[in-house]
T-cell receptor, first 112, second 110 residues
């Protein structure tokens, strides 16, 4: 199946620092999605990207759809303790099949 | 409130037993999905359904079965053929590309 490489696997940062994580693929995607998952809960959608080059913000979060359509990054500015969790990227190939391919996640720990 | 509900939150299965996980959505979405999540792993697709009365196998369908008799419901049965069922199971739904997830069911084997 499709492969998404998400990095880093984990990050340990101080409160107030900025964070960056990214996903790369060997395939071209039509849609990139970023989710956050708290322990024992379902993933929550943070940002959806639908066009190559698109840069979208949601509060302190900013994500970009890479121009090659094979990568995407997520930045979190001025991190706070509640940013702790696992962040997943997901890509969708397009067409009538809406199956997503997920990265393995980035575990973010924020030290107050 | 619009959303996706999964029940139960925790489920225990005895050896050789089939168990059914419930997923209901009131978002009027056509497509629904079941994923399995193991510690340190991404989400792996078990089954998906793009329309009522139709469903397709995902990447790890062996040992699982589903039905889609109603638009709002997509139950997953973990059969006795699934030898390693302990995992966190997530249901999702979508109208187009963007999938929204339920809160999950944790299945444990006694």
């Amino acid at each position: 199946g499709q492969q998404l490489n998400q990095s880093p696997q984990s990050m340990f940062i101080q409160e107030g620092e900025d964070v960056s994580m990214n996903c790369t693929s060997s395939s071209i995607f039509n849609t990139w999605l970023w989710y956050k998952q708290d322990p024992g809960e379902g993933p929550v959608l943070l940002i959806a990207l639908y066009k190559a080059g698109e840069l979208t913000s949601n509060g302190r979060l900013t994500a970009q759809f890479g121009i090659t359509r094979k990568d995407s990054f997520l930045n979190i500015s001025a991190s706070i303790p509640s940013d702790v969790g696992i962040y997943f990227c997901a890509g969708q190939l397009g067409g009538s099949n809406y199956k997503l391919t997920f990265g393995k996640g980035t575990l973010l720990t924020v030290n107050p | 409130d619009g959303g996706i509900t999964q029940s139960p939150k925790y489920l225990f299965r005895k050896e050789g037993q089939n168990v059914t996980l419930s997923c209901e959505q009131n978002l009027n979405h056509d497509a629904m999905y079941w994923y399995r999540q193991d510690p340190g792993q991404g989400l792996r697709l078990i089954y998906y359904s793009q329309i009522v009365n139709d469903f397709q196998k995902g990447d790890i369908a062996e040992g699982y079965s589903v039905s889609r008799e109603k638009k709002e419901s997509f139950p997953l049965t973990v059969t006795s053929a699934q030898k390693n069922p302990t995992a966190f199971y997530l249901c999702a739904s979508s109208q187009l590309e963007t999938q929204y997830f339920g809160p999950g069911t944790r299945l444990l084997v006694l």
